[in-house]
């Protein structure tokens, strides 16, 4: 039988303050522990709540066992051409994204297509919220990054990738939110599973096999064996070409090899990341190219309801949490507090 959820009612300044207080106290420096937060409490107020709050204690336990430096200070190795490195320095992955994000934003603008590399990073945090700044600028944007070696592949048995997200941005008319979609090659993020565990829920068929490789409803049996890949083999070779991406082409991990390099602390797995941004200008007529996406988009939304486009249920939540505030799961809520 399912356990009862209890909820409370937070402000996103709250959600924001009590992210930040947590991080503050495991000894993260300010800079760090404001990125990390600022996603957080975005993904709250777009009821992402898998990258939520939920991902703190997780943070913090990967301080507390000494894999992640949380002072480290990240910085940019080189500028060559139209390709920016940053070195995370073993720290978390969102003051390196700041970092490069506005020196990629920049190149774009200058050369029509820039690239970012990451290594030395643990990311934990839902990929829209590192582009859809990007796309505000009015600029394409795609990124993605190795996530933690959980997926079997097509017809597999066993763990073989990452979850292994991309995401992918769009700019549209200056009244509306940019097009962003955020998929892992999973059929679900694991932290989805883990908040069925904590919940006490069965999963959803087809979501996951234990550890002899047999289908489960049980979310602690997948935890322990493994994700399957979103629509099958072809789920399978996103994942694939997302770790070739942000591991080998940048000089980074491969999944099972931050896998075993862990300290099985529940956080985030070391990995590489990129960021790709394309500067519609340098296609002829780029406010026109950019205006005809955007009506087309808004003629799906227009003809295809009760259809909706990606992102906007997010949207929705936003607008919404910025009024009424959000529910915090109470167990969530008093682990955070406890620290």
């Known amino acids: 039988m399912a356990n009862e959820t209890e909820y409370i009612t937070l402000t996103l300044a709250e959600v924001h303050d009590l992210a930040l207080q947590a991080f503050l106290r495991a000894g993260l420096s300010p800079e760090q522990a404001r990125a990390m937060t600022d996603v957080i409490a975005k993904a709250e107020g777009d009821e992402s709540?898998?990258?939520?709050?939920y991902r703190v204690m997780g943070c913090v336990n990967a301080v507390r066992s000494g894999k992640i430096d949380p002072k480290a200070v990240p910085t940019v190795v080189s500028e060559n051409g139209a390709v920016i490195r940053v070195d995370a320095h073993l720290g978390f992955?969102?003051?390196?994204?700041?970092?490069?994000?506005?020196?990629?934003?920049?190149?774009?603008?200058?050369?029509?297509?820039?690239?970012?590399?990451?290594?030395?990073?643990?990311?934990?945090?839902?990929?829209?919220?590192?582009i859809e700044p990007v796309a505000e600028q009015g600029l394409v944007a795609m990124s993605c990054t190795i996530g933690g070696h959980f997926v079997a592949l097509?017809?597999?048995?066993?763990?073989?990738?990452?979850?292994?997200?991309?995401?992918?941005?769009?700019?549209?008319?200056?009244?509306?939110?940019?097009?962003?979609?955020?998929?892992?090659?999973?059929?679900?993020?694991?932290?989805?599973?883990?908040?069925?565990?904590?919940?006490?829920?069965?999963?959803?068929?087809?979501?996951?096999?234990?550890?002899?490789?047999?289908p489960t409803r049980d979310a602690a049996a997948v935890l322990e064996g493994a994700i399957l890949p979103f629509g099958g083999h072809k789920g399978a070779a996103i994942g694939l070409m997302v770790e070739l991406l942000a591991g080998p082409l940048v000089g980074d991990m491969l999944g099972k090899?931050?896998?075993?390099?862990?300290?099985?602390?529940?956080?985030p797995m070391r990995g590489g990341y990129i960021m790709i941004a394309i500067d519609p200008a340098f296609f002829g007529n780029g406010a026109e190219n950019v205006a005809a996406g955007d009506r087309w988009l808004a003629s799906l939304e227009d003809d295809h309801a009760p259809a909706r486009l990606p992102s906007g249920r997010r949207y929705r939540s936003r607008k919404r949490s910025e009024q009424a505030g959000v529910r915090v799961d109470r167990s969530i809520y008093d682990e955070i507090k406890a620290i």
């Open 49 to 53: 709540r898998s990258h939520g709050l």
């Open 93 to 130: 992955a969102n003051h390196a994204v700041e970092l490069g994000r506005e020196r990629l934003i920049a190149k774009a603008k200058q050369c029509g297509v820039a690239v970012l590399a990451i290594n030395h990073c643990y990311h934990f945090s839902a990929l829209w919220g590192d």
């Open 154 to 214: 097509a017809g597999g048995v066993k763990r073989a990738i990452g979850t292994n997200p991309f995401a992918f941005a769009f700019p549209r008319g200056p009244s509306r939110h940019p097009f962003v979609f955020d998929i892992s090659s999973s059929i679900v993020a694991r932290g989805e599973i883990e908040l069925y565990r904590r919940a006490g829920k069965p999963l959803p068929e087809g979501w996951g096999i234990d550890k002899a490789g047999k």
């Open 257 to 267: 090899d931050s896998f075993a390099a862990d300290t099985g602390d529940g956080g």
